[in-house]
């Protein structure tokens, strides 16, 4: 694994809404069958893993990420790009008014088996 810390952190604007500053604070670079976790202060966890073929993005969507304090759910802008979030159990009033402010719409949630399987028989009929 290679980590490389950018000081300064490169800030920049995002978001349609209110002003928001993301930064840009590190490079990390993985090798096949590594993985870096990233954590809160709350204790939620989010694992990212490399593999031979590109990345697991997300652990399961419907057990250890959850275990994990996560709950998963794909948005669209308003430019019509689709963005997997993950939002930390308890904080769904803050990211509601994300999806408010920002002008998202909430395509599905991704955290319960029920509704992967909902999405996994529409799609086949399709």
């Not at 920049?12 to 809160?40: R, S």
């Not at 939620?44 to 998963?72: H, I």
Request: proline letters at 4%; hydrophobic letters at 40%; one cysteine or more.
């Amino acid at each position: 694994m290679k980590i490389n810390l950018k000081e300064p952190p490169r800030v920049f604007e995002v978001g349609f809404g209110e002003t928001i500053y993301m930064k840009d604070c590190a490079h990390i670079g993985l090798e096949p069958d590594e993985q870096v976790t990233f954590t809160t202060e709350s204790g939620a966890e989010y694992d990212v893993g490399r593999k031979s073929w590109g990345f697991y993005a997300t652990p399961s969507l419907n057990a250890r990420l959850a275990q994990f304090g996560l709950r998963a759910v794909l948005v669209k802008n308003r430019l019509k790009r689709y963005f997997l979030l993950l939002v930390e159990q308890g904080r769904e009033p803050l990211f509601e008014r994300y999806v408010e402010v920002e002008g998202l719409s909430v395509v599905c949630w991704l955290d319960q088996t029920a509704a992967l399987e909902d999405l996994e028989d529409r799609l086949k009929a399709v």
